[in-house]
């Protein structure tokens, strides 16, 4: 491939997508500043690839036109800058936050420690089906915006439309919910500060980190993940110390808890309500995939990190939350009062000390403080990119689309920063009303993204057969394969059934409306974007047969890809059977 990123001929034409290769595209036609200060003033002007497909959308019709739209999508000039061990780190650690160190809580409480394994369980099995997916597709097609993109390109326009704004949405509205956590954890130690101080810092944190474009975000992902990986593993290791009985207050625990109070609360019921908070816990997966397209390369990268979604989901999850099942009741008082937002009802916390041991607690709430801002960092990271694409395909105001010289999606940081300062509503008496219908608005966005990756995978499979490829093309097949892209679609439609079903009937109350919204609230928002844009753009369903299968793919050159392909492959079979085992888990 060419080493020259993109060619802009003298006319202002579009970018032409076959001189791409893996480096960002920063400009080089522009005077370069000999200063550091003027180097890092240049930065900020607009690259001349975004000027290039501003020019290319500003010359198109009323109607949306599917393949401008996934020539600027791929022809994105977001610097690719995230390694190997970057995709590592967000894979196996990057979406641990609030969701299972304090929320599981919350489900502990409502369905007992069997739901909680149960819905984990099964919300992870979905999750598995959907990373793979998403990462056969991200491979062959790294490019901005991902599943949204993927949407718009395999099913239909309206579609990718509402599911873009959908996951910007959801983001929007985790980014203040994280900070307003992160301030909470603080009160832990310093109960008198306003916490209005501790948004402001975390958020002027995040914010730098985020405006060192893509390697600030990875850099510190990869800190982030790191820590919490090791304060997970180090639980486990001392959750089987406790039920063991080896705490300082002694005493087997063992499945005591699971025969009283009991293994089940609220019955089927308690269980589909654990679904939701599942959802949340494992929310951010996905964000693999989105960083695809700031990958090197992803052809290496991105299956080794799609690989470690089973381990994260196997040990960090399971095990653990069948750890804190054996060591917190579900009557436990302190678990009632749990929140998105109240870091002291973490049910890790509580079992560290209800085994009488000091010091760990705080230990404990300073990994959670950690967890919290690692999910804020990645809040502003997901939106941002999924703003700035969702403008490349003129599908969002154009000005979002802003994409600077360093490969940064300036706009989208910006506007994602400032909804953040929503956090400072944490000071208002209205602050519970505010947070929990900001929260209904993403309580079942994750479901709709990971339902519409599957359907993707689906419709991709069936245009790549159609139009004569073999699997053997394919750089990184899902191990699940398409059967299961159905088994993952099925299991998302069959949680927003069981989730439709406690919005309308919600444990312990009559029906209401009020619950209903906070519940499904996303639902209908989803709908109403979709049918506006349907009506608007006259968008129709994409065909498998006629669907554009060669525009974003980073590897073109098909013959000398195969025949990489099947060398990798063979050597592979030379191994041991202990390097294959480790090479197809890992």
């Given at each position: 491939?060419?080493e020259k990123?993109?060619?802009i001929?003298n006319?202002g034409?579009a970018p032409?997508?076959?001189t791409?290769?893996?480096s960002a595209?920063i400009?080089?036609h522009a005077?370069?500043?000999t200063?550091v200060?003027g180097r890092f003033?240049d930065?900020?002007?607009?690259n001349e690839?975004?000027l290039a ?6 010359s198109e019709g ?9 020539k600027r999508?791929?022809?994105s000039p977001?610097?690719?800058h995230l390694k190997?061990?970057?995709l590592?780190m967000?894979?196996?650690?990057g ?7 304090v ?7 409502s369905?007992?420690?069997a739901s909680l394994?149960?819905?984990?369980g099964?919300i ?5 089906t959907?990373?793979h ?6 491979v062959?097609f790294p490019?901005?915006?991902?599943f949204s993109?993927y ?7 309206a579609w990718g439309?509402s599911m873009g704004?959908?996951?910007a949405?959801q ?11 992160a301030?909470i954890?603080i ?8 916490n209005a101080v ?9 914010v ?5 474009g893509v390697r600030?975000?990875g850099?510190?992902?990869?800190v982030f993940s790191l820590i919490?990986?090791?304060?997970v593993?180090?639980f ?8 063991a009985g080896?705490?300082?207050n002694?005493?087997?625990i063992?499945?005591m808890?699971w ?6 609360n609220?019955g089927?019921k308690g ?11 494992f ?8 960083a695809?397209?700031e990958?090197a390369n992803p052809?290496?990268?991105?299956p080794?990190?799609v690989?470690q979604?089973?381990?994260?989901i196997?040990?960090f999850?399971i095990?653990?939350l069948?750890?804190v ?5 579900y009557t436990s008082?302190r678990l009632l ?5 109240d870091?002291?009802a973490?049910?890790?916390?509580i ?8 010091g760990l607690p705080?230990v ?6 950690i967890?919290?801002l690692s ?10 990119r999924?703003?700035?694409?969702l403008?490349e395909?003129g599908?969002?105001p154009?000005f979002l689309?802003?994409?600077?010289r ?10 994602t920063s ?9 000071a208002s008496?209205a ?9 209904a ?14 359907a993707?995978?689906?419709?991709f499979?069936?245009a ?7 699997l053997n093309?394919l750089a ?5 394969g ?13 949680v927003l ?7 309308v009937?919600?444990?312990?109350t ?6 209903f919204f906070?519940a499904?609230l ?6 109403v ?7 608007w753009k006259r968008t ?5 047969s006629?669907?554009?299968l ?13 025949e990489?392909?099947?060398a990798?492959?063979?050597?592979l079979?030379q191994r ?11």
């Amino acid at each position: 491939m060419s080493e020259k990123n993109y060619k802009i001929d003298n006319g202002g034409s579009a970018p032409s997508y076959e001189t791409a290769s893996d480096s960002a595209y920063i400009g080089e036609h522009a005077p370069v500043s000999t200063t550091v200060w003027g180097r890092f003033q240049d930065s900020f002007k607009p690259n001349e690839v975004y000027l290039a497909n501003s020019r290319m959308r500003e010359s198109e019709g009323h109607n949306f036109d599917v393949e401008a739209a996934t020539k600027r999508t791929a022809q994105s000039p977001l610097a690719r800058h995230l390694k190997g061990r970057h995709l590592q780190m967000i894979a196996i650690g990057g979406s641990i936050g609030t969701g299972l160190f304090v929320n599981s809580g919350r489900a502990l409480s409502s369905g007992g420690p069997a739901s909680l394994l149960i819905a984990f369980g099964i919300i992870g099995i979905m999750l598995y089906t959907v990373v793979h997916a998403l990462g056969e597709l991200a491979v062959v097609f790294p490019v901005s915006g991902s599943f949204s993109t993927y949407s718009t390109r395999f099913i239909d326009p309206a579609w990718g439309f509402s599911m873009g704004w959908n996951y910007a949405m959801q983001w929007l509205v985790v980014f203040p919910l994280e900070l307003v956590a992160a301030s909470i954890t603080i009160t832990y130690w310093h109960p008198d500060v306003n916490n209005a101080v501790w948004v402001a810092i975390f958020w002027v944190l995040i914010v730098i980190i985020n405006f060192f474009g893509v390697r600030g975000y990875g850099e510190a992902e990869f800190v982030f993940s790191l820590i919490k990986v090791v304060a997970v593993v180090g639980f486990i290791i001392l959750g089987i110390v406790l039920t063991a009985g080896g705490g300082p207050n002694g005493g087997y625990i063992g499945g005591m808890y699971w025969h009283d109070p009991g293994a089940f609360n609220h019955g089927f019921k308690g269980l589909c309500s654990v679904f939701v908070t599942a959802a949340f816990a494992f929310s951010g997966t996905e964000l693999v995939g989105l960083a695809a397209a700031e990958t090197a390369n992803p052809r290496k990268t991105l299956p080794s990190a799609v690989k470690q979604v089973f381990w994260r989901i196997t040990l960090f999850y399971i095990v653990a939350l069948t750890l804190v099942g054996l060591l917190v009741p579900y009557t436990s008082d302190r678990l009632l009062g749990a929140s998105s937002v109240d870091a002291t009802a973490s049910p890790f916390v509580i079992a560290i000390e209800n085994a009488g041991i000091s010091g760990l607690p705080s230990v404990m709430n300073v990994v959670i403080m950690i967890a919290v801002l690692s999910v804020g960092n990645s809040s502003v990271y997901g939106c941002s990119r999924t703003l700035a694409s969702l403008a490349e395909m003129g599908q969002a105001p154009k000005f979002l689309g802003y994409i600077d010289r360093a490969g940064r999606p300036l706009a989208g940081i910006i506007v994602t920063s400032i909804f953040g300062l929503l956090a400072f509503v944490s000071a208002s008496p209205a602050e519970g009303d505010v947070f929990n219908w900001l929260l209904a608005l993403s309580g079942l966005s994750s479901i709709f993204t990971w339902g519409s990756v599957c359907a993707c995978h689906i419709m991709f499979r069936k245009a790549w057969k159609l139009q004569g490829h073999t699997l053997n093309e394919l750089a990184f097949k899902a191990h699940s394969g398409v059967v299961g892209s159905y088994l993952g679609l099925l299991l998302n439609i069959l949680v927003l059934i069981a989730q439709f079903w406690i919005a309308v009937w919600p444990i312990g109350t009559k029906p209401n409306a009020i619950d209903f919204f906070q519940a499904y609230l996303a639902a209908p928002v989803v709908i109403v974007f979709y049918v506006f844009y349907k009506i608007w753009k006259r968008t129709k369903f994409v065909s498998p047969s006629e669907c554009d299968l060669v525009t974003g793919r980073r590897e073109i050159d098909i013959p000398a890809l195969i025949e990489e392909l099947e060398a990798e492959r063979a050597a592979l079979k030379q191994r041991n059977f202990f390097y294959r085992t480790y090479k197809f888990w890992c």
